[in-house]
């Protein structure tokens, strides 16, 4: 039986090839060792893909760690099991509940748990995390803030301390998850551009130029997350997700950077820096993917009519968000292509304890000359009780997908 190879494997396989195979002269040191990287096992097997999401915490880690629990992606101690490959949190940790520090340490543990035995965790900033870096603490309770000891130590972590630098470094506003690697790593911008290369060695000029080849039926063989939605009006949708995580990341460090303004309630409002730009207010506003709920306030045929542009635009074949909760269930509408995973987990709402799983799975079909595999998705809402599919697709695709096994 054909054994389902790492998410750590292939990428450290496709990066040696490449380096082998383009830039010979950077890998002289080690060239004996892989002197067999000609022959190494290009049979088809199958490829698996398993990622876990989930919406709101708000400052509840009981619940948290009872969610992550019965979806697989920790054991009984609270630590990574290895039974996903990838989990996302798609934001708003903070606020309305006590737990802020220990659910920010606990995601970072996971996430170095789980890049120790190739998997990967990928959190978002939700718009309240937003709401505190700016200064407006209203969801704030004053329970939590006994927990940092002082208004200034609150401060400080956000901002310079623990949670703060982790922000800046481990958290995006917006994610692309491609369900194959052959489409590249999370994050890795649509539409691919070409890269035009020019080394010097020696005497010799070398030019590269690499144009992306990936199947057509590939393409869009991704998914998306953000906090609350790509709205179809948002004008920084392209390249995607790095166009809107560039912008967050220079909007999060203006706000990280400046003197800390005294937190709304009880003084006033403090607003974005003077330097903020019009793209960066827009990432913030109602219309941008911290704060829209278009997606999941709008009847389904507006919906529907407008969910096929934003998905092409974005290289996705379907968009997951929180922000807007459902108390009951997550949401799937057009058949999928949008869900809500927003169930209010939190005690702050009482809400359904959930989250969604997504089961991918590429097998080879035919002989090897025909290049042919069967693509499954299994898409289902995970509560403590029960598993309901929301959509299950089978397609069959041609090309050369590969996962190099030495």
Sequence with gaps: MASWPTQRQIVTDVTTFARHKLWPWTVEEDEEEFEDLDELDLRRIPFSRHI??????????????????????????GDWSGDVDFFVQTGDIIDRGDDTILLFLWMDRLRAQAARVGGAVLSHLGNH?????IGDWRYVYPSELKT?????????MLTT???????????????RLPLHPSL??????????PISLHFQKEDDNLHFRYEP???????????SFVHGGLSPTYPELTPFPSRINDLSDSLLAKLQHRAQPPPHPPHPYPGLPPTTTAEEARLYGTNGPLWYRGWAMEDEESVCSQVDEV?????????????????HNIQSRCDGKVIII???????YGGVLSALSIHYTLEPIGDDESQRWIEKEVVSAIYADRQEILVSDEREVVGNFHHFVS
């Design 148 to 156: 940092f000891g002082t208004i200034a130590a609150r401060q400080r």
């Design 129 to 133: 995390e937003w709401m505190n870096a």
């Design 342 to 348: 927003d169930t209010g987990i939190s005690h702050a």
């Design 213 to 223: 080849q990936i199947n057509e039926l590939m393409t869009h063989a991704a998914v």
């Design 161 to 175: 301390g623990r949670i703060g630098r982790s922000w800046a470094k481990n958290y995006t506003t917006a994610s």
């Design 311 to 327: 998905l092409s635009k974005t290289g996705t074949r379907r968009m997951i968000m929180g922000h807007t909760p459902d108390f």
């Design 184 to 193: 590249g790593p999370p994050n890795t911008p649509y539409p691919a551009k």
């Design 52 to 77: 876990v999401a989930v919406g709101d915490l708000h400052g509840d880690m009981p619940n948290a760690r009872r969610v992550l629990t019965f979806a697989g992606v920790v054991n009984d101690q």
